[in-house]
């Protein structure tokens, strides 16, 4: 669990820094920043997408998912999640839900994370994660700098999903099968690109209601795959 304690600690401090990087920024450099970080989002969910396989599976993975979660209604729990945390907390950030999904799926959704956990697990081995670490530092960096202590809270469900495969690998390393990380890579790159469209401002969509996509895809590679 080692990798994953120091991953969850780069994101905290590295999302930590881009705060106060985020005090001094004027409105018109805010802006553009977003452009920026928006363009990225989407950059990195086209470099997870462009290997995909299974386009069926995951296509109706997609669909599957989107209506699992129109029919929970999981954005307006997030939503209702983020507001009692931000009153608690005392924190004013408008963006706080934007910031904690669009950070959970870059830094939690991805081969790299899962065969990192996977590796920690089966061999006892840190060396990807550790790297995975420098990256998500200057990511959360970034990503804070633009919304905030959101991206700071999503070292939580990192902890807690990174964790998990860890423990899983332990005694069942074989379920992660190429196949099933680079689905989940696939859904995950493409709601990434989803949240890219959402800081672009170009069409507000409902990425969060599309989350159980994640667990729909592992389900149907699992049984047809």
């Not at 990195?44 to 989107?66: C, Y």
């Not at 809270?153 to 992660?176: D, E, H, K, N, V």
Request: charged share 10%; glycine share 12%.
């Amino acid at each position: 669990m080692l990798g994953t304690l120091v991953n969850a600690a780069a994101v905290i401090i590295g999302g930590s820094i881009g705060m106060l990087l985020k005090k001094n920024m004027p409105q018109r450099v805010t802006t553009i920043y977003f452009q920026a970080v928006g363009l990225f989002t989407i950059a990195i969910g086209i470099t997870m997408v462009v290997k995909m396989d299974h386009i069926l599976i995951v296509v109706g993975s997609l669909a599957i998912g989107s209506v699992l979660g129109e029919w929970m209604n999981l954005e307006a729990g997030v939503d209702k999640m983020s507001n009692f945390l931000k009153k608690k907390l005392r924190i004013g950030n408008e963006k706080f839900s934007e910031g904690l999904i669009t950070s959970f799926l870059l830094f939690c959704i991805g081969s790299m994370t899962i065969i990192g956990a996977l590796d920690e697990g089966i061999r006892g081995s840190h060396e990807l994660l550790f790297t995975k670490s420098l990256m998500d530092f200057f990511s959360a960096m970034l990503l804070a700098s633009a919304f905030g202590v959101g991206v700071v809270f999503s070292a939580i469900p990192l902890l807690i999903f990174q964790g998990a495969i860890t423990l899983i690998a332990m005694g069942a390393s074989t379920f992660f099968t190429p196949v099933l990380i680079q689905g989940l890579t696939s859904v995950g790159g493409i709601l990434l690109i989803g949240l890219g469209i959402n800081i672009l401002e170009i069409k507000k969509l409902r990425i969060i209601n599309m989350l159980p996509s994640l667990v729909v895809v592992v389900f149907l590679l699992w049984i047809f795959a």
